[in-house]
């Protein structure tokens, strides 16, 4: 008795150890070209973020703004070099003690005198605060010393100025 109705389904197939029909290989196909649809509208999403973001972006620096900093540079450049060579034609500055004084601010402490009046010649980097540190162990001394030789504590104090260092006004 062959009835259809009680036969197992046997499909009819070339080799009868595949797994698979033909509709599996459709959508496999398919979701591949889903997928390289997606890729190729990101893609496309990309270029044109970057089309537009280099069309809005700003132009940058102006022209004449490099052209005016790079002059400024070199003119800071040769007041570099002049002051440069300024300084190694300077000879080196010294304490050069007035008559009846020790040179360094020390023995004058050591000796106690009053009116003893120290000649200082300024040298790089010399600013009040550092004097009155060196020579009266407090910085906050820089107003007596601006004021002894008729200056301000804001006066820039230039390479090779004679400056007298006046005894300490607090004993």
């Known amino acids: 008795m062959n009835n259809d109705a009680t036969e197992p389904f046997k499909p009819t197939r070339d080799d009868p150890f595949e797994d698979s029909y033909e509709w599996d290989y459709e959508e496999e196909r398919t979701s591949q070209g889903i997928l390289w649809g997606r890729v190729l509208v990101l893609a496309a999403m990309l270029v044109l973020a970057f089309v537009v973001g280099r069309a809005t972006a700003p132009s940058g620096v102006p022209g004449d703004e490099v052209e005016r900093l790079q002059n400024r540079l070199a003119a ?14 300077e000879p080196q500055a010294q304490v050069t003690p007035t ?3 020790s040179p360094s601010p020390e023995t004058t402490e ?8 120290l000649v200082y010649t300024v040298k790089s980097g010399d600013s009040f605060a550092d004097l009155a540190e060196r020579f009266y162990q407090d910085a906050t001394l820089d107003d007596f ?12 104090l230039k390479i090779g100025q004679e400056l007298q260092i006046p005894p300490d006004p607090e004993p």
């Open 76 to 89: 800071s450049q040769a007041e570099v070099d002049r002051l440069e060579a300024e300084a190694e034609q």
């Open 99 to 101: 008559p009846g004084t």
């Open 110 to 117: 050591d000796t106690g005198t009053e009116g003893d009046t």
């Open 145 to 156: 010393l601006a004021e002894a030789n008729g200056l301000s504590v804001a006066t820039p």
